[in-house]
């Protein structure tokens, strides 16, 4: 079963105009963190956001904010006021465990923003 | 503060050359990744580093796949003999513990031709 699943291959959205890329995950840990990375053309993996499962408020970073629901197991990443500089791919991540150290990466979304 | 520092970051191979990637992870992290990302995909683990020991290897291709970090700091990643299906680009992280936020390179871009 995929650990990470995102379900949106490509978005749309207009500049200045707030947009939401959905996450999905699956594990039988109590103890993980959630990340989101952006990864623009030149290729490198930009660390966005970070969520721990025991974290109660939603994390946020300027104009990124995570919309965690731990019963629905969702962590989806919201971006205010897009900007032509956010389109990239976003792939959101999970770490499993107190320990276990590795990160298990989706698919990714395609992000694409209009002037 | 430098980053997670990649060479080269384009490298075409004939098929059964060997060929080989370095990484210098940001000072201080303990902790060093080598991911593989096919085209379209998200990365994938290759291997994991706590300092010098590898403490999961267990998605590296240990027939033709190699890697090393000498004095828990540098890493190398090789392949030989390469083959077609390795063309993809190869993401080396660093975090400073297990736990924390992991600092990508820019990757290298291998074509095997």
């Known amino acids: 079963a995929q650990k990470i699943t995102q379900t949106q291959p490509g978005m749309f959205v207009q500049e200045k105009e707030a947009v939401t890329l959905d996450c999905t995950y699956d594990t039988s840990d109590q103890s993980y963190g959630l990340f989101w990375y952006k990864q623009p053309s030149s290729g490198e993996m930009i660390f966005l956001i970070y969520?721990?499962?025991?974290?109660?408020q939603n994390a946020t970073e300027g104009r990124y904010s995570l919309n965690f629901q731990k019963a629905r197991k969702s962590a989806n990443l919201v971006i205010s006021a897009s900007q032509l500089g956010d389109s990239a791919m976003y792939f959101c991540?999970?770490?499993?465990?107190?320990?276990?150290?590795?990160?298990?990466f989706g698919k990714g979304t395609k992000l694409s923003v209009k002037p | 503060e430098a980053g997670v520092v990649q060479s080269p970051r384009y490298k075409i191979i004939e098929k059964k050359q060997p060929v080989a990637f370095w990484c210098n992870p940001i000072s201080g992290h303990n902790t060093l990744y080598w991911y593989l990302q096919n085209l379209g995909q998200g990365p994938e683990l290759l291997i994991r580093?706590?300092?010098?020991?590898?403490?999961?290897d267990s998605q590296l291709p240990k027939d033709r796949f190699s890697a090393e970090r000498l004095k828990g700091v540098d890493s190398t990643l090789k392949i030989q003999p390469a083959e077609l299906g390795d063309s993809a680009v190869y993401l080396c992280?660093?975090?400073?513990?297990?736990?924390?936020?992991?600092?990508f390179g820019q990757g290298t871009r291998l074509t095997v031709v």
């Open positions: 991540a999970m770490r499993e465990g107190q320990s276990q150290g590795n990160l298990i």
């Open positions: 969520q721990g499962s025991y974290d109660e």
């Open positions: 580093y706590e300092n010098e020991e590898a403490v999961d």
């Open positions: 992280a660093s975090s400073f513990t297990a736990n924390t936020e992991a600092f």
